[in-house]
């Protein structure tokens, strides 16, 4: 407890590369929940030993072959109702799956405890530079209170900058 300014966490974690599971990378973390107000985020500061492993070719790969298709992807339900990620729609998960990070840092208190439980549904937006632009929604499982929570977001991504989202309502209002 730090008086007048919140509750600070020390962590120390192991994070498993969804890219190459036999390979645990070590992390430690600092988490600080501001006292009273719900509308500023944890700040959050993490130290990662080690590596994980590069991205960048598989990254360059579901680019382009997003870039190549002639009609916008659009896809609901992933994974399906036995837990199913068709492999082409794996690229698709881990990008809601970071997206729901942000979701999830900028909404979280002490006292919740979200998941991502589903894309919903995810449609390409067709633009003009070099972004690639996905609309999604989002069902993020708070487990505290058992709620599934449909969310809005729009994210942009490209190989080396990163997902940004730039558009995120939540469930009553725009967040």
């Known amino acids: 407890d730090i008086d007048d300014v919140g509750h600070k966490y020390y962590l120390e974690l192991e994070l498993e590369d969804v890219l190459d599971k036999d390979r645990p990378v070590t992390c430690t973390a ?3 929940y501001p006292l009273g107000s719900k509308a500023s985020a944890a700040d959050v500061q993490v130290t990662v030993q080690g590596e994980l492993r590069s991205t ?54 002490e006292n919740t405890h979200f998941h991502l439980a589903q894309v919903q549904h995810v449609k390409q937006v067709k633009r003009s530079d070099e972004d690639l632009q996905f609309d999604f929604v989002l069902l993020l499982h708070e487990m505290v209170s058992q709620e599934v929570l449909p969310w809005e977001l729009s994210v942009l991504w490209q190989p080396g900058r990163g997902a940004r989202v730039c558009r995120c309502q939540g469930p009553g209002a725009g967040s």
């Open 56 to 109: 960048e070719e598989a990254d360059k790969e579901f680019y382009d072959r997003i870039r190549s298709l002639e009609k916008e992807l659009v896809a609901e339900n992933i994974p399906d109702s036995h837990g199913k990620v068709p492999p082409e729609l794996e690229p698709i998960h881990l990008l809601a799956w970071a997206a729901s990070g942000y979701v999830i840092w900028q909404n979280s208190t």
């Open 30 to 32: 600092e988490v600080l």
